[in-house]
């Protein structure tokens, strides 16, 4: 502290030492009362110690400067327990610094007033100096018209915290440099972590339009375009000089209906913004996911907090937020020197001493603890310092000085400190984090405090998580979706009406083939039974039970696992196929069975129709269709497929979908075994034709006839009907369970209601034998032909061909 008031003592009493200076540098060289020379170099600080001209700004101001102070105090006193070794480095530095500090209030035109009217005018002397430099600003729209003044004047603008890369533009802004990276790296790590870590696909932004608002925007879109599919963003921009911009930005936000929110947002507009965002609903409530750049970052110091009486809902509104800055580590040396700011009365003093003495700092106090933005002002007085020590000449001026500035180098409180050609930090050297803002209940004095954890680290390109994100519903879990409203899908399952009517048809196909295989199973000996044989029957009813049974696992659907679904597709073919196998094998063994009847019997000789000659049309047909769905299944089986219509939301997201059993080879697969299916029933109705003149009471070729010629026309009916609605679930599965019960009922009906009907005349006529009822003899003689007549059929070939 001593050295601080020394030098400042001797600016203020010119006659005790004797100063030099020149016309084209602000450097005075100064020889003390003890004979020692040194070189003096001013340093103006153009930050907001206010925000409106009476009003305190700790944050972005005070805390900055303060920090600013302390590197004048380590440099002037060659203090190196932050930046190492700077005493050896300093060991022929005959450079001191001192400094003034000048009240921006966050705004350009102020920052401008002070700087042509306060500054630049002076006539520089020894009381009365012109900087070598200027130190700020905060925003980087004040920065951006102070450096081009500066740029005018030769007098260099270094700036802790503004980050706008359209400051790198050297035209236009020649000697501005910064210990701040440009926002091109926290633009990148804000697009990194919304598509990385939370998913999204949609993100609102809402800017500041300014220079540090507008360029920040810019990298944020860039970097968006670079993501796989791109970041879609809707920017929505506000003039911080009016309230009514504000309120039309809210309300693109509000109208996008975007999840992810990014705020661009200046420290003196934060509070407005906020409020507007939670009255228009879209902040602090759950399912709103906000993300703020390091403008916001004095939700992050301690000791911050608002009104729980007035800004209830600023602070409800900054809950659960993330910011995403720098990280950089904590430097255990500058907290240490931090805590004089408060513990040493004297120093307090001596910096309140360096304001205007109408500012009330009676409640004024320093926060427990730095924030990386005073890391990174200490640095900037610093960097400026060593830069003035590694200037050759003795009286420089700002052209030197920067020079020497873009080349330094040193470890300080950041870290390692270096600059790019353009004066900037190059940011690939930083890492970046998140910071989780959760608010406290109100304490004892009425204010809203913030707790701030750091959750995620960004390391080269990989986030690595370090704590949970608490979100605004009060939970660590991350809202569902990409950044935009809840998508409501029409999966266009089948209903539940559907579902039962088709199950019903399973039930009416399996119960009529189970009914009808124990009615041939209690009448297996009666005449009607035997001459069809049992063996035919039967296989007819498993082959029905089956086809009907396939119903069951065409009604599966969502929620049913995937795996189940799978299986389920691909037994549905096995089922049908198997099972019309199984049927239809029966009816044209009994089609070529009569055929072959018929001819023997022209030929007036004895045939035996044994069951092996049954087997072999089933056998043949069975092996074909086995062959075709053992390929199916292990060169591309069926997967439960959802496939997208072309129905879009306002977002271009598909509203509505089906599920369906599909591969890559279904088509080729289907064909094949629609072909064996065509064939064989064209097969079995050109048999029936060959036989449609034999005659007998109970003879059944013409109801084989009838089941084939019913099965050909299903077949060819139903299949162009099943294309039509294969993208509608429930017409599909309706018209497929009618489909199937049709072809169990074609099959089972024309050849059981006839034995049914017959079994029961033959049943009536034993009981009418048994009751002692004799019939006649004609009649007698009328009925036994016609019985051996129907025996023949099973043991001999006594057919006869109708008359014409």
């Known amino acids: 502290l001593d050295c601080l008031k020394y030098y400042d003592e001797l600016r203020s009493s010119p006659e005790n030492v004797l100063a030099q200076t020149t016309s084209s540098s602000h450097v005075v060289r100064v020889t003390d009362a003890d004979n020692t020379t040194f070189r003096l170099c001013h340093l103006t600080s153009m930050l907001p110690s206010t925000n409106d001209g009476k009003n305190l700004q700790p944050d972005f101001g005070l805390y900055t400067e303060a920090a600013g102070l302390l590197a004048i105090l380590d440099f002037n006193n060659r203090n190196g327990s932050i930046v190492p070794n700077l005493k050896t480095r300093l060991k022929d530095c005959n450079v001191r610094l001192t400094m003034e500090f000048q009240d921006t209030q966050f705004s350009p035109i102020e920052a401008s007033r002070v700087l042509t009217q306060e500054i630049l005018l002076r006539e520089h002397s020894l009381t009365n100096p012109q900087p070598i430099s200027m130190i700020g600003a905060t925003r980087s729209a ?16 270094i700036s802790y915290g503004s980050t706008s890369s359209q400051l790198d533009d050297k035209d236009s802004y020649p000697y501005f440099g910064r210990t701040v990276p440009t926002n091109e790296g926290d633009a990148v790590a804000a697009v990194s972590y919304l598509r990385h870590v939370l998913g999204a696909t949609h993100c609102g932004v809402i800017y500041v339009k300014d220079g540090f608002g507008l360029a920040f925007l810019e990298e ?9 599919p791109p970041m ?3 920017s929505a921009p506000y003039d911080p000089e009016a309230e009514a911009s504000i309120e039309s930005a809210i309300g693109i936000l509000r109208h996008s209906r975007f999840k992810y929110i990014f705020g661009i947002i200046s420290t003196p507009t934060y509070g407005a913004v906020m409020r507007q965002a939670y009255n228009a609903g879209i902040a602090g409530v759950p399912g709103m996911v906000w993300f703020l750049s390091s403008a916001s970052g004095q939700l992050t110091t301690e000791g911050f907090g608002y009104d729980a009486t007035t800004q209830a809902d600023i602070a409800a509104a900054s809950n659960s937020v993330g910011i995403i800055s720098l990280d950089i580590d904590d430097n255990d040396a500058f907290s240490s020197l931090w805590g004089t700011l408060e513990s040493n009365a004297a120093l307090k003093e001596y910096f309140v001493s360096k304001h205007d003495s109408e500012l009330d700092f009676s409640s004024f106090k320093f926060a427990a603890l730095p924030s990386y933005w005073e890391y990174l002002q200490y640095d900037a007085i610093m960097a400026v310092g060593l830069a003035a020590c590694d200037v050759k000449e003795e009286f420089f001026n700002g052209r030197d ?3 020497k500035f873009i080349q330094t180098s040193f470890e300080g409180a950041s870290g390692l400190v270096e600059f790019k050609s353009s004066g900037t930090r190059d940011y690939t050297s930083l890492s970046y984090k998140v910071e989780n803002i959760v608010a406290r209940s109100p304490n004892g004095q009425g204010r809203i405090l913030f707790d701030a954890k750091k959750t995620s680290i960004l390391e080269g390109s990989q986030w690595i998580h370090v704590d949970s994100f608490i979100y605004s519903d009060g939970t660590a879990t991350k809202p569902a979706g990409s950044g935009l409203p809840i998508l409501t899908v029409d999966l266009n399952l089948i209903g539940d009406g559907a579902r039962i009517v088709g199950l019903l048809f399973a039930a009416l196909a399996m119960a009529s083939s189970l ?4 009615w041939t199973i209690v009448h297996r000996k009666s005449v009607v039974v035997r001459v069809s044989q049992p063996f035919f029957l039967g296989m007819i009813c498993i082959g029905t039970f089956m086809m009907g049974s396939s119903i069951i696992f065409m ?26 196998v199984t049927a239809f094998s029966a009816l044209l063994s009994k089609t070529l069975r009569i055929n072959k009847l018929m001819s023997h019997s022209q030929a007036c000789r004895r045939v035996v129709v044994r069951r092996q000659d049954v087997l072999i049309p089933f056998m043949t047909l069975f092996a074909i269709n086995l062959i075709i769905l053992v390929s199916w299944t292990a060169i591309d089986p069926l997967e439960w497929v959802r496939t997208e219509k072309r129905s879009f939301d306002e977002f271009g997201r598909s509203v509505e979908s089906y599920g369906a059993c599909e591969s890559e080879w279904q088509l080729v697969f289907n064909i094949l075994i629609g072909m064996v299916v065509v064939c064989s029933l064209l097969v079995a109705n050109a048999a029936n034709y060959r036989a449609r003149h034999i005659s007998g009471e109970l003879h059944e070729g013409k109801w084989i006839s009838l089941s084939t010629l019913i099965l050909l026309e299903a077949t060819i009916i139903g299949i162009p009907a099943l294309l039509t609605v294969s993208d509608r679930p429930t017409e599909f599965f309706l018209m497929r369970s009618a489909l199937v019960v049709i072809i169990c009922a074609a099959i089972l009906a024309p050849l059981f209601v006839p034995k049914i009907i017959q079994a029961r005349k033959d049943d009536y006529s034993t009981r009418r034998r048994r009751g002692g009822q004799r019939s006649s003899g004609s009649e007698r003689s009328r009925m036994l032909p016609s019985r051996s007549s129907y025996l023949a059929g099973e043991r001999s070939s006594s057919f006869h061909k109708e008359r014409p």
């Open 555 to 580: 009604s599966l659907q969502e929620p049913v696992s995937q795996t189940v679904l799978d299986g389920a597709c691909m037994l549905v073919p096995y089922l049908l196929s198997v099972g019309f």
């Open 401 to 403: 000085l920067f020079e």
């Open 220 to 228: 944020f879109l860039r970097a968006g375009r670079l993501l796989d």
């Open 232 to 234: 879609n963003v809707i």
């Open 515 to 518: 009914g009808l295989a124990i």
């Open 142 to 157: 004040v920065s951006a018209p102070l450096a081009v003044l500066g740029g005018i004047h030769k007098l260099p603008l």
